[in-house]
């Protein structure tokens, strides 16, 4: 069974930039299409970006777009996102997915492997 480990989290400063990684083992993700997404304390898990098996496709969340960039490297069995221009409403755990099919979809309900989140705080 493919585990996924995300890494990267950390505590930062409005407008600074991190990226974060979600390596898998266990099997591999170069045929899957995964996502990102993200829970802030009192809140539902929401979505924040996805993308597709070879990184021809991406979607992103309105409140992310045009800051955060997802890609992926499938030889190394990895998927990133790069978070620019960080608010502190951005502050939240980050979860890496992988997806129960071919389409993006902006919704849990459609990933079936998670990881188990790493911790993003935006605070001056």
């Known amino acids: 069974q493919v585990q996924l480990v995300e890494s990267g989290g950390g505590l930062v400063q409005p407008g600074d930039s991190l990226k974060l990684s979600c390596l898998a083992s266990?099997?591999?993700?170069?045929?899957?299409?995964m996502g990102w997404f993200r829970q802030a304390p009192g809140k539902e898990r929401e979505f924040v970006a996805g993308?597709?098996?070879?990184?021809?496709?991406?979607f992103y969340a309105d409140s992310v777009e045009g800051r955060f960039t997802i890609d992926r490297d499938n030889t190394r069995n990895t998927v990133y996102l790069q978070m620019n221009s960080l608010k502190p409403e951005d502050t939240a755990v980050y979860y890496c997915?992988?997806?129960?099919?071919?389409?993006?979809?902006?919704?849990?309900?459609?990933?079936?492997?998670w990881g188990q989140g790493t911790q993003v705080t935006v605070s001056s």
């Open positions: 266990g099997g591999t993700l170069s045929s899957f299409t």
């Open positions: 997915a992988r997806s129960r099919g071919y389409v993006i979809v902006p919704l849990r309900v459609g990933y079936d492997v």
């Open positions: 993308i597709g098996w070879n990184g021809g496709r991406t």
